[in-house]
């Protein structure tokens, strides 16, 4: 056995091992945006069906953030959404508004923020209270067939 | 009747002390191979075990990637059509490589070739007084055959693991794009939107790593504590395939469940 | 406490799977001398090489190597110990991924701090009292049993030790092979003053060159002498093993229930 030959091997080995985690951590997964710095924002729905963490919170189609939670809050007992904005974003107005959407077919739940028209912008902590809860289809039915009615 | 049921759980309680007994041998087996000291011998020594170990079993993960990855991208593209959504094969296939097929096939590939060439190495190694020759010599065949072994197998696998992911959402790249016509942009663009480096690469690799422990493991002890006969050794190597594949799957399941149990 | 041999196994008792090996067995090997371990198959002589070499427990009894009792002695004391002991085994046992330099230089890399051209001339020394210095490059798998077992041989005594074991030396050889081996054994153990314990059933080879035979049966030393002493015993047991006699203490037939009880008669 040339023990050139089994050095050199077990060295392209390693290297060809390194350079496929590195290549898989810039061309295949999602990379930088992820982890700079980002800050707590919160939005209460009236109905939050469909919608739980690591859902995509975007503005104009774009994504700017993640949901952390969903649960209850229990002054208002409406659905209070966590979500984290990435700290890049940092000029959503005070008076943004949020709502639930359904993305692609096979109906995935998301957040859309469109902005408002203030100048204070939002900070960590604050909570949006423009919000339009998610569709749910047996309202929808009920508003349709109530519309049927009054014809 | 009641003398046949008594000898029966007499036999079973002998059996599960044995099993117990061997566990505890593989384990003082682990133990001693891992707190040994390095010399500069140790790592010529490692070098040529990761040749036999990690690139003699190259090729054998580098074509099973490339076919597994060029049959997902032909089954999802497939698959997604019917949804009309053919463009996200790129994430499907890459998800589906980087978080389960990857570390699985790699791992059971690897058992089948390393792990059962380790055994039967071993195995030979005790029928023909070598171990036996090596303690004679003053020197522990535990540090100087088992350890290096190891330690290769646990380096290599993560390794050949990461290049089968490549490897394979390359060779599904060639079939959706190059062949079945998805854009490039999309296969990859939605691919590295919905593939996490945190949440599934590396979960992938760590994966890749509690397989390499376990085969590893498996393979040296079995090849260690062996009958040495021609059929003792031939048991072990069998040992050796079965075991490691059951715990890879069996520790796949768990590992699946508590990375990605919550998520969505 | 121990009587004046270079080994010394004293009420040793071994059992494997419930049956005892050896039971009180008591036996000294005297130092410079070929000992011959003998006696027909499965009474235990190569257990008896392994209770002598540390690889395995007496479990009643003490075994003394160089006048300490192995079975209290630390891993690194027995290795030291084992420096002064060199073994060959059936097989020869030559580690196949080295060539037959690299097998014999391979203890005197482990233990000695020798320099390139000091361990090349040693090496060389060694093969050639093999009569083996010409296949120093080859590789174990291209030997014949015969030459393994010499190349083997000189990595035993490569480290200069005072005591060397031989397991079934003989065994399977040619005749020419084992007129070989015998002129080694017996000229390494003169010229280099060892003490040579063997382990064989070949009577005609082991008494030409031992110093004292011990006759192993039934779990205890049956009889040890000079060898010619034992040529003319008349110890029944000892005459059927000497002269190769088919029946005798030994029987030829294994003990079963009477052949007329076990035919099956008409049906």
Same mark, same amino acid.
Request: charged share 15%.
């Given at each position: 056995?040339?023990?050139?030959?089994?050095?050199?091997?077990?060295?392209?080995?390693?290297?060809?091992?390194?350079?496929?985690?590195?290549?898989?951590?810039?061309?295949?997964?999602?990379?930088?945006?992820?982890?700079?710095?980002?800050?707590?924002?919160?939005?209460?729905?009236?109905?939050?069906?469909?919608?739980?963490?690591?859902?995509?919170?975007?503005?104009?189609?774009?994504?700017?953030?993640?949901?952390?939670?969903?649960?209850?809050?229990?002054?208002?007992?409406?659905?209070?959404?966590?979500?984290?904005?990435?700290?890049?974003?940092?000029?959503?107005?005070?008076?943004?508004?949020?709502?639930?959407?359904?993305?692609?077919?096979?109906?995935?739940?998301?957040?859309?923020?469109?902005?408002?028209?203030?100048?204070?912008?939002?900070?960590?902590?604050?909570?949006?209270?423009?919000?339009?809860?998610?569709?749910?289809?047996?309202?929808?039915?009920?508003?349709?067939?109530?519309?049927?009615?009054?014809? | 009747?009641?003398?046949?049921?008594?000898?029966?759980?007499?036999?079973?309680?002998?059996?599960?002390?044995?099993?117990?007994?061997?566990?505890?041998?593989?384990?003082?087996?682990?133990?001693?191979?891992?707190?040994?000291?390095?010399?500069?011998?140790?790592?010529?020594?490692?070098?040529?075990?990761?040749?036999?170990?990690?690139?003699?079993?190259?090729?054998?993960?580098?074509?099973?990637?490339?076919?597994?990855?060029?049959?997902?991208?032909?089954?999802?593209?497939?698959?997604?059509?019917?949804?009309?959504?053919?463009?996200?094969?790129?994430?499907?296939?890459?998800?589906?490589?980087?978080?389960?097929?990857?570390?699985?096939?790699?791992?059971?590939?690897?058992?089948?070739?390393?792990?059962?060439?380790?055994?039967?190495?071993?195995?030979?190694?005790?029928?023909?007084?070598?171990?036996?020759?090596?303690?004679?010599?003053?020197?522990?065949?535990?540090?100087?055959?088992?350890?290096?072994?190891?330690?290769?197998?646990?380096?290599?696998?993560?390794?050949?693991?990461?290049?089968?992911?490549?490897?394979?959402?390359?060779?599904?790249?060639?079939?959706?794009?190059?062949?079945?016509?998805?854009?490039?942009?999309?296969?990859?663009?939605?691919?590295?939107?919905?593939?996490?480096?945190?949440?599934?690469?590396?979960?992938?690799?760590?994966?890749?790593?509690?397989?390499?422990?376990?085969?590893?493991?498996?393979?040296?002890?079995?090849?260690?504590?062996?009958?040495?006969?021609?059929?003792?050794?031939?048991?072990?190597?069998?040992?050796?395939?079965?075991?490691?594949?059951?715990?890879?799957?069996?520790?796949?399941?768990?590992?699946?469940?508590?990375?990605?149990?919550?998520?969505? | 406490?121990?009587?004046?041999?270079?080994?010394?196994?004293?009420?040793?008792?071994?059992?494997?799977?419930?049956?005892?090996?050896?039971?009180?067995?008591?036996?000294?090997?005297?130092?410079?001398?070929?000992?011959?371990?003998?006696?027909?198959?499965?009474?235990?002589?190569?257990?008896?090489?392994?209770?002598?070499?540390?690889?395995?427990?007496?479990?009643?009894?003490?075994?003394?190597?160089?006048?300490?009792?192995?079975?209290?002695?630390?891993?690194?004391?027995?290795?030291?110990?084992?420096?002064?002991?060199?073994?060959?085994?059936?097989?020869?046992?030559?580690?196949?991924?080295?060539?037959?330099?690299?097998? +014999?230089?391979?203890?005197?890399?482990?233990?000695?701090?020798?320099?390139?051209?000091?361990?090349?001339?040693?090496?060389?020394?060694?093969?050639?009292? +093999?009569?083996?210095?010409?296949?120093?490059?080859?590789?174990?798998?291209?030997?014949?049993?015969?030459?393994?077992?010499?190349?083997?041989?000189?990595?035993?005594?490569?480290?200069?030790?005072? +005591?060397?074991?031989?397991?079934?030396?003989?065994?399977?050889?040619?005749?020419?092979?084992?007129?070989?081996?015998?002129?080694?054994?017996?000229?390494?153990?003169?010229?280099?003053?060892?003490?040579?314990?063997?382990?064989?059933?070949?009577?005609?080879?082991?008494?030409?060159?031992?110093?004292? +035979?011990?006759?192993?049966?039934?779990?205890?030393?049956?009889?040890?002498?000079?060898?010619?002493?034992?040529?003319?015993?008349?110890?029944?047991?000892?005459?059927?093993?000497?002269?190769?006699?088919?029946?005798?203490?030994?029987?030829?037939?294994?003990?079963?229930?009477?052949?007329?009880?076990?035919?099956?008669?008409?049906?």
């Amino acid at each position: 056995m040339n023990k050139r030959w089994l050095e050199l091997s077990v060295g392209a080995m390693m290297v060809a091992g390194i350079a496929a985690l590195v290549a898989l951590a810039l061309q295949v997964s999602g990379g930088s945006m992820r982890n700079v710095g980002h800050y707590p924002v919160s939005a209460l729905f009236e109905n939050a069906a469909g919608l739980g963490p690591k859902a995509k919170v975007t503005m104009a189609g774009v994504t700017i953030g993640e949901v952390v939670a969903v649960g209850i809050d229990p002054d208002t007992l409406m659905a209070e959404v966590r979500m984290q904005i990435y700290g890049q974003i940092n000029y959503l107005s005070i008076d943004s508004s949020a709502s639930i959407l359904t993305a692609g077919l096979l109906g995935e739940k998301y957040v859309g923020i469109t902005a408002g028209a203030e100048d204070d912008l939002l900070g960590a902590g604050d909570v949006i209270e423009d919000t339009q809860s998610a569709l749910i289809l047996e309202e929808l039915i009920g508003q349709f067939l109530i519309n049927l009615g009054d014809k | 009747m009641l003398r046949f049921v008594v000898d029966c759980i007499a036999n079973l309680g002998a059996v599960l002390l044995h099993k117990l007994v061997q566990m505890g041998q593989a384990l003082l087996m682990l133990l001693q191979a891992t707190t040994v000291q390095p010399k500069a011998s140790s790592l010529t020594r490692l070098i040529q075990q990761l040749y036999v170990v990690g690139v003699q079993s190259l090729i054998i993960i580098l074509v099973s990637a490339l076919f597994i990855g060029m049959v997902l991208g032909l089954q999802g593209f497939t698959l997604l059509s019917a949804y009309g959504s053919e463009q996200a094969v790129g994430q499907m296939v890459a998800l589906t490589l980087v978080r389960e097929l990857a570390p699985v096939v790699a791992a059971l590939l690897f058992a089948g070739r390393a792990g059962s060439a380790l055994t039967a190495e071993i195995g030979l190694m005790k029928a023909t007084d070598q171990l036996a020759s090596l303690e004679m010599v003053g020197i522990d065949p535990v540090h100087r055959i088992v350890a290096p072994r190891f330690w290769a197998g646990i380096i290599s696998l993560p390794l050949l693991v990461a290049i089968f992911s490549l490897v394979g959402i390359y060779g599904g790249h060639l079939v959706a794009v190059e062949w079945l016509g998805v854009y490039s942009g999309s296969y990859w663009g939605n691919m590295q939107q919905a593939v996490d480096f945190n949440e599934d690469v590396l979960n992938g690799m760590l994966k890749a790593l509690v397989f390499a422990f376990l085969i590893s493991w498996i393979a040296l002890y079995q090849g260690y504590s062996c009958l040495p006969t021609s059929q003792g050794i031939s048991a072990a190597t069998t040992r050796t395939v079965v075991y490691s594949s059951l715990a890879i799957l069996g520790f796949d399941f768990i590992l699946t469940a508590l990375m990605f149990g919550g998520a969505v | 406490m121990h009587t004046d041999g270079i080994i010394n196994l004293q009420n040793v008792s071994f059992y494997r799977g419930g049956r005892a090996i050896f039971e009180d067995l008591n036996c000294a090997i005297a130092a410079g001398k070929i000992t011959a371990i003998m006696g027909p198959s499965g009474t235990g002589k190569t257990t008896l090489l392994r209770l002598i070499s540390g690889q395995l427990q007496p479990h009643k009894g003490q075994v003394f190597l160089f006048d300490q009792d192995i079975a209290k002695i630390k891993q690194k004391q027995l290795n030291q110990l084992r420096k002064r002991m060199g073994v060959l085994f059936q097989s020869g046992a030559l580690f196949t991924d080295l060539s037959v330099f690299e097998n +014999v230089a391979f203890p005197l890399r482990e233990h000695m701090n020798l320099s390139a051209d000091d361990l090349y001339n040693r090496v060389l020394t060694q093969l050639e009292a +093999v009569g083996l210095r010409g296949v120093k490059d080859f590789m174990p798998s291209q030997l014949s049993g015969g030459m393994a077992r010499r190349v083997a041989l000189a990595r035993a005594v490569a480290m200069g030790p005072e +005591v060397i074991l031989y397991d079934e030396p003989f065994a399977g050889q040619d005749p020419i092979a084992m007129a070989v081996l015998q002129r080694l054994i017996k000229s390494l153990n003169d010229q280099l003053q060892l003490t040579s314990v063997l382990v064989s059933h070949d009577v005609a080879e082991a008494f030409a060159i031992a110093d004292h +035979v011990i006759l192993l049966g039934e779990g205890r030393v049956l009889a040890q002498d000079h060898p010619d002493a034992l040529k003319t015993s008349t110890d029944p047991a000892v005459k059927q093993f000497i002269h190769g006699e088919a029946d005798g203490v030994i029987p030829f037939h294994y003990p079963a229930p009477a052949l007329q009880d076990e035919l099956r008669g008409p049906s």
